[in-house]
């Protein structure tokens, strides 16, 4: 035996490891697999491969590991019950930058799935290795940290805030320094998740100086990297007013109208996201933005898009009119309820339905003026249609009684509420027999319209119990017209004339 | 003797008399005694009742006196708290009065301002159609910009194809494929392939490759916005878009092999970590620098931001800065 041979021997089994470490890893890439390989038992032979003496082994075992838990539930249960965590972050601090960006990427794949395998991971450790991980030179061994800590992050509060007690986020704000793209974009939907769970997350990440960083980046024409940034903004405001007043502060405004126009829609629907939650807080802040022309970029928007798209959009139409009946009135003013009917028209999904009926109710029922925008976009007739489809949802009739009943209780645009007067169950009745009785005693054209229409008929028409609310509105009304006129429009008028007739005894 | 008889007899009439009498007054005295009670009684109480009267008497002047007194005092009070109420309710309309003046004309001037209230709503609208033509500008301008990349795209693509095409030129003997002599004209392939310069094949730089694929980058950044460019630059520019083809044959080198053992150590052997990076040092500071310069270009900070019209209409203080998207923020 020559030493040639000999070595032949081991190259031929590192090459047959190699080999199989690598099938296992192409075939993981399919979830169409998964299944297959787990019967076969991939787990038990790819643990030993983890440990192999050969680094590209390793790797490639790591990455086949990887997959295997990226695709399965029950796989990552399988891979934290093994215990080849503790190895994984072990090694993940000693070993080569590859297989630190292989390990980084099972422990990703680990932690998405559910909280409790997050814990998992954050149990041996794994958190802290890829914090460390963060401070590497190489852009690709950051990033994959930084995806494993945002599938950490993203869980809960809890989760989130170990990953920021172990000092996770003043490494991911310089990762928005550097100048890859992969990598900015990964750091800012970190930032965006850790954010999102509480005020103090969210009061850490920006005391990090995030939203500097964050704001620098939204006029990058990577469009992935600006949905990014306007999700992370988004979650930073959407905690409490300061926290808000500080993203505007970061001048973020004028530019981020700019970025409606985006060709990315989910760009479009992140910023709109953005402008909704700061939006939401004060007048104030409701103000800056619809003083920047935000309102009108939103409404055109909402124009463009369809679908859940348009939700976040038009849930800010809703709170910038709830604020003050000034912003209301921008609200109109900017061709917003005419483009709220036309969503409702093209919608279908209830919530977004419902969604469109707050607003609206919210738009309607600070005046007159504003009740009269609603009425005439025809908006009240869908609005009760809406609340009388028995397929509606129990929200979506709930909301739009709720915005019918506060928009009527203002509206005196008389000829939107005639429509109003037929088939319509007697709860929403009350108020429009109410208004018109408000209005007719004090103007002589509409009470002659009111004639001439047919509502009066259709006023006798209404049975009311005598004594309730709705007889008093009804006899209100008839005493602003003559006697004579209410009684011919009255029921069985023509039996009495009939049998006056026969009655009659000509002289 | 007679006298003294007489005497005698008188004596003892006197005696008799003096006797009845004594009896007499004996019987009367305690009726007499009780008739004395009753007229002194009676003469008492008469001056007693006279002293109790005249007592009275003082006692309600004393009274009357004092009782007017206090009245008067009283009422007095009265006529003056009710006066006092009297000019308190006219002083109050009268406040009312200013205070309902002013607090309308207050209100009216900087709360509930009709005019500016108007002159708001105009401006926004205004403001909101300005903010809705520069959109579209803009939106525009992005297009047309993708629009020119896909187009440099498009053209490298077909300069390259006519390199790889070039041996189908046709010469002055031979048309060529695309030049049929059956078309009124030839194919605009053949006019790019006489455009196109052949090159002989030459062993180039790593950086030629990179540059072919790199450069719709700094095309895109140095775009003005306008068409008609792409052709000319593309075609103009002296870099060679020929992809580097790896050499044909190689000489190996001839010579001794190494050891197995040591090609075994080197194959093993895991790769260095090591300090140089593929960028420079001052990369950082060029790609921000590089950026702001591209923000300052692309979003023309002027035109979106109309800081006065903004001011003009905020007209409830805000401590916010008008945004101007035109400066960067510090890093």
């Keep these: 035996m020559s030493q040639r041979q000999i070595i032949q021997v081991f190259e031929q089994y590192q090459k047959s490891r190699m080999q199989f470490v690598q099938t296992v890893a192409d075939l993981a890439a399919r979830p169409q697999n998964i299944e297959m390989l787990q019967n076969a038992g991939v787990m038990t032979l790819l643990r030993p491969l983890m440990l192999d003496s050969v680094p590209g082994i390793q790797q490639t075992a790591a990455l086949a590991l990887g997959r295997l838990a990226d695709h399965s539930d029950s796989l990552s249960e399988a891979v934290v019950r093994e215990d080849i965590l503790p190895q994984l972050v072990l090694s993940l601090a000693s070993q080569n930058r590859f297989y630190k960006k292989a390990a980084a990427f099972v422990l990703r794949a680990v932690a998405k799935h559910t909280p409790e395998l997050a814990q998992a991971v954050l149990a041996c450790g794994g958190v802290d290795a890829l914090v460390l991980c963060l401070e590497e030179f190489d852009p690709g061994v950051k990033e994959a940290a930084a995806w494993a800590l945002n599938y950490i992050a993203r869980h809960d509060a809890q989760l989130s805030q170990s990953v920021v007690d172990a000092g996770a986020v003043p490494l991911l704000v310089l990762c928005l320094l550097e100048p890859e793209m992969a990598l900015k974009r990964i750091a800012a939907s970190t930032l965006s998740d850790i954010s999102k769970h509480s005020p103090e997350l969210a009061q850490t990440v920006v005391d990090n100086g995030a939203i500097a960083h964050l704001a620098q980046m939204i006029l990058s024409p990577d469009a992935k990297l600006k949905r990014q940034v306007f999700s992370a903004l988004s979650q930073i405001s959407k905690h409490s007013v300061s926290l808000a007043e500080m993203v505007i502060e970061a001048e973020v405004f004028p530019a981020a109208i700019a970025c409606l126009k985006d060709p990315d829609e989910y760009v479009r629907k992140n910023v709109t996201t953005l402008m909704r939650e700061v939006v939401k807080h004060t007048p104030e802040l409701s103000q800056v933005i619809v003083n920047c022309g935000g309102m009108a970029a939103v409404i055109d928007f909402l124009g463009e898009s369809s679908g859940n798209l348009r939700l976040p959009g038009i849930m800010m139409l809703g709170y910038v009119a709830a604020h003050s009946e000034n912003l209301a009135m921008a609200v109109i003013l900017s061709k917003g309820v005419p483009q709220l009917a036309l969503c409702m028209s093209e919608e279908h999904e209830h919530h977004i339905k419902a969604a469109i009926a707050w607003s609206i109710g919210q738009i309607g029922h600070h005046s007159p003026e504003h009740a009269k925008a609603v009425a005439t976009s025809n908006l009240l007739s869908k609005l009760l249609e809406l609340y009388m489809e028995a397929s509606s949802s129990e929200d979506l009739q709930a909301k739009s009684k709720k915005a019918l009943k506060s928009i009527l209780q203002k509206c005196t645009y008389l000829p939107g509420l005639e429509p109003l007067l037929y088939d319509v169950p007697s709860n929403i009745l009350k108020h429009v027999v109410c208004q018109f009785s408000k209005v007719l005693p004090h103007d002589s054209k509409a009470r002659r319209l009111f004639v001439t229409s047919g509502g009066l008929k259709k006023l006798q028409e209404i049975e009311a119990e005598p004594g309730s609310p709705l007889q008093d509105h009804i006899n209100n009304i008839n005493s602003c017209f003559p006697e004579e006129i209410v009684r011919y429009y009255s029921p069985g008028y023509s039996e009495v004339l009939l049998e006056r007739l026969e009655r009659f005894q000509p002289a | ?331």
């Design chain 2, 1 to 331: 003797m007679a006298g003294l008889l007489k005497i005698k007899r008188e004596v003892e009439e006197f005696k008799k008399e003096y006797f009845d009498r004594n009896s007499q007054a004996e019987e009367s005295r305690q009726t007499e005694n009780r008739a004395a009670l009753r007229i002194q009684s009676w003469f008492r109480a008469c001056r007693a009742r006279a002293y109790l009267s005249h007592l009275h008497k003082k006692a309600i002047t004393i009274q009357k006196i004092w009782r007017g007194f206090t009245a008067r005092a009283r009422f007095r009070q009265m006529v003056k708290a009710a006066y006092l109420i009297m000019k308190m309710n006219f002083y109050e309309e009268m406040a009312v009065r200013i205070q309902r003046r002013w607090r309308g004309f207050f209100v009216r001037k900087y709360i509930h301002n009709f005019y500016a209230r108007k002159r708001y709503l105009e401006g926004l609208s205004r403001k909101n159609a300005l903010v809705r033509r520069e959109l579209g500008e803009l939106e525009e301008l992005q297009k047309r910009e993708r629009d020119c990349l896909e187009m440099v795209k498009e053209q490298t693509a077909k300069v390259y194809k006519a390199h790889r095409l070039h041996h189908l030129l046709s010469t002055k003997q031979c048309p060529g494929v695309f030049n049929s002599p059956f078309r009124p004209a030839p194919h605009e392939m053949e006019l790019l392939l006489r455009q196109v310069k052949y090159q002989t094949p030459t062993r180039l730089a790593p950086s030629g490759k990179s540059c072919l694929l790199g450069m719709p980058g700094p095309a895109a950044q140095s775009y003005p916005g306008t068409l008609g460019s792409p052709l000319n630059k593309t075609t103009g520019t002296g870099f060679s878009p020929r992809p580097v083809l790896p050499p044909i044959a190689t000489k190996k080198q001839q010579g001794l092999f190494r050891e197995p053992g040591e090609v075994w150590e080197q194959r093993v052997r895991c790769p260095d970590l090591t300090l140089r990076l593929q960028t420079s040092y001052t990369h950082l500071e060029e790609a921000q620098s590089q950026l702001r310069q591209h923000k300052f270009m692309t979003l023309p900070s002027g035109r979106i931001e109309t800081g006065s019209i903004i001011r003009h209409l905020s007209h409830n203080s805000k401590s916010f800065t008008q945004p101007a998207c035109g400066n960067s923020v510090s890093l």
